[in-house]
């Protein structure tokens, strides 16, 4: 430990079966009489989503709901969010969803307080005044947004994304309630697990990596190794559920701690050319990235290869570091990950474009282990294409 770093978050977790119905009582807590609820619109009118909204009505909080927003959302998404808050009164922000619903309400839950439009704020530490108090329940066990200080949007007009980032976008409580993930299809189950595998081993390999941050990555690793599978085969598997959704939250503190690579780097164009998920993208270039990195930090990868699987004790350190690769690749294939950028109909032309996009994500790029350049990014995204 020859570095200073430091550590901030999120002030409450609320976690377990059933912990939905305790957010009428967290928002009590904060004296919030007027809420904006914040929900993705597959969950508007869904049934695990009552017990939440029921807890609102017996805890005499008046709430409204935002539900026009799109995957991947726009920043214009978030400012007509924070301009219901302001009309409502709002005293605090409540995210359901998946990570674009609960970026959405913490974009929101700033813009209530501090002037401008979203796009004002997309960088970082642009926002001046703290925002009203945010709390996040995840429907997805994946993005780890209700711990980051991440906000992310997709411009198409001009196919530009990038997020409002600073510590004062952390959400002020995070109520993981595995049952709000049940009815999670197969698919999105996949692609938001590999998504927090990605972080975690992002960050456990980040140069910016910290005692902290390791903790939480290997064992969100851990988890992920143990239950993903699982909870792609049967939904109903609380165990399974359970097991990611704090896989994911463990993952999301070891991102905020420290910092992603170049995959994030590589996933951002993907989203902004192509409108293809972030966990999607994220889940398919992880394999080719790791392969790329594993020369810069072998026992890492090997430490991590242990953790996710199960393997012989006598294997060489780069023996280990390169099972790693391969253990993330089947576990990827297993859960049904495209494992080529051509199933995702990316054109091949447009390598280079990515390639130069990519490398703007500045803070990601210097994050990973091993330098790159646009020609190393354009190398790994044409070994996608396979």
Same mark, same amino acid.
């Not at 809420?35 to 805890?59: H, Q, W």
């Not at 799109?70 to 301009?83: F, I, L, V, Y």
């Not at 993907?270 to 080719?288: M, R, T, V």
């Given at each position: ?5 430091t550590n901030? #978050?999120?002030? =409450? ?19 919030a ?6 929900i @993705? !619109?597959?969950?508007? *009118?869904?049934?695990?989503?009552g017990?939440a909204?029921e807890?609102?009505?017996?805890a005499?909080?008046a ?5 026009? %927003?799109? /995957? ?11 301009a219901l ?11 359901i969803?998946?990570?674009?619903? %609960?970026d959405?309400?913490k974009?929101?839950?700033?813009l209530?307080?501090?002037? *401008?439009?979203?796009?004002?704020y ?8 703290? #925002? ?9 066990a ?7 200080f991440?906000?992310?949007?997709? =411009? /198409?007009s001009d196919?530009?994304?990038? +997020?409002? &980032? +600073?510590?004062?976008? $952390? ?14 299809? !197969?698919?999105?189950t996949?692609?938001? +697990?590999?998504?927090a ?20 990555a ?6 992920? +190794? ?9 939904? #109903? &598997?609380?165990?399974?559920?359970e *097991?990611?959704l704090?896989a ?11 910092g ?7 996933? $951002? !164009?993907? #989203? ?10 994220n889940?398919?270039?992880?394999? $080719?990235?790791? /392969?790329? &990195?594993l020369?810069?930090?072998?026992? =890492? ?5 242990y953790?996710l699987?199960e393997l012989?004790e @006598? ?14 690749a @089947? ?6 990950i495209p494992t080529?950028? /051509? ?11 990515m ?5 703007t994500?500045?803070?990601?790029i210097a ?5 790159v ?8 995204? =044409?070994e996608?294409?396979?």
């Amino acid at each position: 430990m020859s570095t200073i770093f430091t550590n901030e #978050g999120i002030r =409450r977790l609320v976690f377990g079966q059933g912990a939905a119905a305790r957010l009428g009582e967290e928002l009590t807590l904060l004296g919030a009489k007027q809420a904006l609820v914040v929900i @993705d !619109p597959a969950l508007a *009118g869904a049934e695990a989503v009552g017990p939440a909204l029921e807890s609102l009505k017996t805890a005499g909080v008046a709430y409204e709901v935002f539900s026009d %927003l799109t /995957r991947e959302p726009e920043p214009a998404e978030a400012d007509a969010a924070a301009a219901l808050g302001k009309k409502l009164g709002a005293q605090a922000v409540v995210g359901i969803g998946g990570g674009s619903a %609960l970026d959405l309400a913490k974009a929101a839950g700033v813009l209530i307080t501090n002037p *401008g439009q979203a796009t004002d704020y997309v960088g970082l530490d642009l926002v001046k005044e703290p #925002g009203v108090p945010v709390i996040c329940l995840p429907t997805t066990a994946g993005t780890g947004s209700e711990v980051t200080f991440t906000a992310v949007f997709t =411009r /198409r007009s001009d196919k530009f994304k990038g +997020g409002i &980032n +600073g510590s004062l976008l $952390y959400p002020h409580a995070a109520i993981l309630d595995p049952l709000l993930t049940v009815s999670c299809p !197969p698919y999105v189950t996949a692609i938001t +697990g590999m998504d927090a595998l990605t972080h975690a081993m992002e960050a456990y390999t980040s140069l910016a990596a910290t005692p902290l941050s390791d903790l939480n990555a290997l064992a969100a690793i851990e988890l992920i +190794g143990r239950h993903l599978a699982p909870a792609v085969a049967h939904g #109903g &598997n609380l165990e399974a559920r359970e *097991g990611m959704l704090l896989a994911s939250h463990l993952a999301g503190l070891a991102l905020a701690q420290a910092g992603v690579g170049a995959v994030h780097a590589m996933a $951002y !164009p993907l #989203g902004a050319f192509y409108d293809i998920p972030h966990g999607e993208a994220n889940a398919l270039l992880l394999p $080719y990235v790791l /392969r790329y &990195n594993l020369m810069a930090c072998p026992e =890492r990868f090997a430490a991590m290869a242990y953790t996710l699987a199960e393997l012989p004790e @006598d294997l060489s350190t780069m023996e280990a570091a390169a099972a790693c690769v391969e253990e993330v690749a @089947d576990l990827s294939a297993m859960v049904g990950i495209p494992t080529s950028l /051509r199933q995702l109909k990316v054109p091949e032309d447009s390598v280079p474009a990515m390639a130069e996009k990519a490398m703007t994500v500045a803070r990601p790029i210097a994050n990973n282990p091993r330098r790159v350049s646009a020609e190393d990014l354009e190398i790994i995204y =044409r070994e996608a294409f396979v």
